[in-house]
């Protein structure tokens, strides 16, 4: 048996607009529903796992990196939050251009930096030709917000110190966490 062989294959649900994808997981037993990160064609994602294939085992296919934590799950639902305004800043963006074309949304992929711009049917080529200002819109929205400030600075001075003992962010101390400036007492920095 080869180790492609040996490997199973499952289908993910992924992204906003529901894709599905084909992951290999290396020796991961995983069931129906879990939540994981993978990294498919389109970047690192989060996805749910529908059920295991025998899908091609030459074919391409993502890969699991790891089970979804409470840091992902937070991550991913700021993201969409966030992303609801600056889809609708982008929309804006496009009406006041001019530009007859309708944004459904803007997907964001876990890495918080890649978009994924969804039309209601095929955008005109003015539209395509100003998709660059359109993700400096939405980046724009996004750095604005307290989340990625949060994400950028963390919650403040001695977060997680003895003498301060916890963050007080809505999200407690796993929302700055993410960008690794939760101090813990142990933390030389």
Avoid at 19 to 41: D, F, K, P, S, W
Avoid at 141 to 159: R, T
């Amino acid at each position: 048996m080869t180790q492609a062989e040996s490997q199973p294959v499952y289908f993910v649900r992924t992204g906003t607009r529901s894709g599905y994808q084909t992951i290999t997981v290396g020796l991961e037993n995983l069931q129906r529903g879990n939540r994981i990160v993978c990294r498919t064609a389109r970047g690192l994602e989060i996805g749910d796992i529908l059920c295991e294939t025998h899908a091609d085992l030459d074919a391409e296919h993502g890969r699991w990196v790891r089970n979804a934590g409470p840091e992902d799950e937070l991550l991913w639902n700021k993201l969409l939050e966030l992303s609801q305004s600056a889809s609708d800043a982008c929309q804006r963006y496009l009406s006041d251009s001019g530009l007859p074309d309708v944004l459904l949304e803007v997907e964001p992929l876990m890495d918080g930096k890649t978009l994924f711009f969804h039309f209601l049917g095929e955008p005109t080529d003015a539209t395509n030709q100003c998709v660059e200002q359109l993700a400096e819109v939405y980046q724009e929205q996004v750095s604005n917000s307290g989340f990625a400030k949060l994400l950028e600075h963390g919650c403040g001075p001695g977060c997680g110190t003895e003498a301060k003992s916890g963050c007080g962010s809505s999200g407690g101390c796993a929302s700055c966490g993410l960008a690794k400036k939760c101090k813990t007492g142990s933390d030389p920095n």
